[in-house]
Each structure stands twice: as C-alpha cells, then as structure tokens.
C-alpha cells in the first residue's frame, strides 16, 4: 500500500500543547521499540529503505517502507506477528507478492523475495524507543487523519537522537483536507515540516553521520504524451523534494556542526531558485490550466533573497577573502554584511516557510482531469518550446549586448542564464542528449563567468563601505576593481560561446 503522510517536529516550548491538543479523551498511548535491520553493506540504508520488527506490545509487525513518488508518500508493507521474547527472525518472504515486494526485492539486489532474512546477511542496525500518544482526527466529508505524537530516542553505535514529532496520516479521504489540517496545526503550534524519517535518522546515527549528503536536484522522467499539467507537477514535486531535504538539515538546531552546512544551503537555494522558475515561466495563466497562487512566487523570492545574504557571506569569506589576504591586501576585517542578520535554520523552521511548503504540495498533489478533446493542446515538447525560446531569445539579445549593460542588466541576465539552464536540466528527458549536453555546458560556463563577476561586485560595494571608517580598505577596492577588468572580457568569450550554441530544442 502507498500511504498518504507528512511529519513536523515540535519545537520544545510547543511540547506540551501539542501533548494536550493530541491527547483527548480518545487518545491512545503506546510504547513502541523497533529493531531497525540491515544488510552488512547497508543496502537498504543506499535504497533509503528500511525494514523494521516492532514490538507493539501484545505482538511484533515486520514492516518495510520505501520512499514514494513524492515527499507525502510512502510505499509499506506490513506483517502481524506473535508477541513475545525473543523477537521474531526477519522472513523476506511475508512481503511477497504485494506492491513492495519489487521494491525490497530491488534494494536487497534480489530477483525475487525469498528466505530466511539471515541468509540474506540482515542483522540490528539500529533501535527505537517512541512513546507514542495517537487519535483519529475525524473531518466533514468523512476524511479521517491520525495523529501520532512520538517522543523517545534513536539509538546505534553508542549514539542517541532525541525524537520529538508530530505525524499526520491519511486514513481515508483527499491528501487536499490531511494538508488543510496540518495548516491549522502549524499556526498553532510552530511545527515545521521535516521529511526526514526515523529510518533515515537511523541508519545515518548507525554510520556516524548527522545528516545525509546534501541532495541536488533531479530531472523527472517526462513523456512527450504527458499533460502539461502533470508535467508542471512533476517539475514542482522535483524541486520541492530538494528544497525539503536540505531544510530539513538547515532547520535542525539540535544537529552539531556540519562541514557541508553551506553546501546544504547553496542546493536549498537552487531548489528554492527552480521552483520559483517553474512558477514563473511555465505556471503563468497562458502556459496552464492548472493555476497557481501568484503570491506563491513572491513568497519564495523573499526566503531565496533572506538565504542568499548568508550565501554572499559564505562566498565571500571562502573565496574573495582569502584571494585578497594572499594578494597581500592590508586589511580584510569587520566588513558589516546583512548576514548577521539572518538565523538560516530559524527562517526555515519559520511558519510562514512552512504554511508556504504545505500550500505547495497542495498543488501538485491537485486532481488534473483530461481535456474533452481527444487532440487539446500541445505536444509537450512543444509546450516546453514555447515557453523556453522567449527566454532563450532574451538571453541571446543581452549576451549580445553584454558590454553595454550596466549591473542591474548583468544581473538580470545572470538570472535568466540559470532559469534557462535549470529548465533545460529538469526537463532533460524531453530532449536529444548530445544537443543538451552542449547547451547546458554553454550555460554553465556563462553562468560561473557572470557568477564570479557579481561577487566581485557585492565584495567591491562592502569595501567601499568599509573605506568611510577604514582607508586601508581603499587597497581592496582596487584590487577588486582591477580583478573585474580581467573577469569581463571571461563574460564576454563565455556569452559569445552561448549565443554560438544551438537550443537544445532545435
């Protein structure tokens, strides 16, 4: 079975609200201990997959679980066992024939499931220990959604990780009513949203590590029979799931130090940055009949634009900075930036980020009904054109006129430069590789070249500043301006590289 579900943590001032809002009368309160299994190699850890014996009290339920087709679902599977010590062997051959049997077949590297778990090497990777307090939540229109209010630990390898979250599961009904209720909760409470399982947090705590790699985005697979609607879907759901998962490490104010953190928020970012394009460009009134909230994109700039005050202080301290104290520059200290301004996991934890990410998966999870007509519409290929060679064609007259163009218009085409590029990238699928591939490199190159040029431009603003209060700043901002006229001429040979490449459309 597929189920329907999203987590939030609590924060800790919200514990027991939440504990008293969850807990009425017809609440249930159970302690629930898993043993979390896995194979010496951790396939099922790779396959972000797990395989779990719970002990439920009056029995034990085998349970295997995979990710879905997006950030709400969950593929499951589970088996009713006897209660009792000691806990049951692992036997693969309970999820057979049943829709997860190809996907835990597929992760263990099986053909097909069969045996004794212990043939297959799968041994305690990690443990559980959740008292959970659960009731149903009964809505009009008879959805009904369980919460699960868990509190407990993870445990492996000598290390522990507190849990504290709130789950909402769909029992029966539309996902649409699960999320307008987590809305409410979330006003209430200051949840934010968190995709991150306990399995995933256990098999991380089982290798040493805090948190998974930071995630990059993914093309979906598209077809060129595909509604443009559902495509649209697949795009959002696509940066969605990059924008949750490097959030969810961002937002953790309880993970120790991470050297990847500004890793994390440069991929939040460009997820933040792709679904802001696919708003933009291709969920415009004209493009779709599936129609998205304006104030959607508007919303997400502004989190794009608090986020990137840190990333231009990350940029600057790992790159400018140390070029100029190697270059011998007197001075490089205190530059007042807007960065000490921004708490990065306090504005992902924030609720308004979290109401707008909810409302998000709102809409790609919206119903789409077929056209009347048997031939509406275009191909999608063609759809895709349309919307992406308006955009080429600007990026061609800007290139052009590139030298001309004062820093608010290099920026401008800086932007359009990754728009296109981050299109062309999701929408990989839909066109020849060979042409893709040397659109793309051309973007690329066009893009660093810019990219490059405008730090040295945020860094000539900053020392400029400084220089009212410090004169030995003014040696920065010589060599900054000195390093611009050696990157412009970079911008130009790259742009003219791009306005040679052919649209990977053609």
Not at 90 to 101: G, I
Not at 481 to 487: H, I, K, L, S
Request: proline share 6%; aromatic share 6%.
């Amino acid at each position: 079975m597929v189920e329907i579900e999203l987590k939030f943590q609590v924060p800790a001032g919200a514990e027991a609200a939440v504990r008293r809002a969850v807990g009425t009368a017809q609440a249930r309160q159970q302690r629930l201990r898993a043993r979390y299994l896995d194979t010496p190699d951790h396939r099922l850890a790779r396959a972000r997959a797990a395989l779990r014996l719970r002990d439920e009290g009056a029995h034990w339920v085998q349970t295997f679980k995979a990710e879905g087709d997006n950030p709400m679902q969950r593929l499951e599977h589970e088996v009713e066992l006897p209660g009792g010590e000691p806990p049951p062997d692992p036997d693969l051959a309970r999820h057979a024939n049943t829709p997860a049997a190809e996907a835990l077949a597929r992760a263990l590297g099986m053909t097909v499931l069969a045996g004794d778990g212990r043939a297959q090497g799968l041994a305690l990777h990690f443990e559980t220990d959740i008292q959970r307090l659960s009731r149903v939540v009964r809505l009009p229109g008879g959805t009904r959604v369980e919460l699960a209010f868990d509190v407990g630990v993870i445990r492996a390898g000598g290390r522990e990780w507190p849990v504290c979250e709130l789950e909402f599961e769909l029992v029966q009904g539309e996902p649409a009513d699960l999320l307008a209720l987590a809305q409410r909760w979330v006003e209430r409470h200051g949840l934010w949203l968190d995709v991150r399982s306990k399995a995933e947090r256990g098999h991380l705590l089982a290798a040493g590590r805090w948190a998974s790699p930071p995630a990059r985005g993914a093309a979906p697979p598209l077809r060129n029979s595909q509604r443009p609607e559902r495509a649209l879907q697949a795009l959002m759901r696509a940066a969605l799931g990059q924008v949750l998962a490097n959030a969810a490490v961002l937002a953790d104010a309880g993970l120790p130090a991470l050297d990847e953190r500004d890793e994390y928020l440069r991929q939040c970012r460009i997820g933040l940055r792709r679904l802001r394009t696919v708003l933009r460009v291709l969920a415009s009134p004209e493009a779709t009949r599936l129609r998205a909230d304006p104030a959607w994109e508007a919303a997400l700039a502004e989190v794009f634009r608090r986020l990137g005050l840190q990333r231009d202080q990350d940029a600057l301290a790992q790159g400018l900075l140390p070029a100029l104290q190697a270059a011998g520059a007197p001075w490089t200290g205190a530059l007042q930036t807007s960065a000490a301004e921004v708490d990065v996991g306090a504005e992902l934890r924030d609720p308004g980020f979290t109401r707008l990410l909810i409302a998000l998966l709102a809409f790609v999870q919206t119903p789409v009904s077929a056209p009347q007509e048997a031939s509406a519409g275009p191909t999608l290929r063609r759809w895709m054109r349309a919307a992406l060679a308006p955009l080429h064609k600007q990026v061609r007259r800007d290139a052009k006129a590139y030298a001309t163009l004062d820093e608010a218009a290099r920026h401008r085409l800086r932007k359009r430069i990754k728009r296109l590029r981050y299109l062309l990238e999701m929408s990989a699928s839909l066109w020849p590789a060979k042409a893709l591939a040397r659109h793309l490199a051309a973007l690329r190159q066009a893009q660093d070249a810019l990219g490059s040029e405008h730090d040295q431009v945020l860094a000539q603003a900053l020392f400029t500043g400084a220089a009212a209060h410090e004169p030995r700043a003014w040696w920065a901002v010589g060599w900054l301006q000195a390093a611009r006229q050696t990157q412009v001429p970079q911008c130009a040979q790259a742009l003219q590289a791009l306005r040679r490449t052919d649209p990977a459309w053609d």
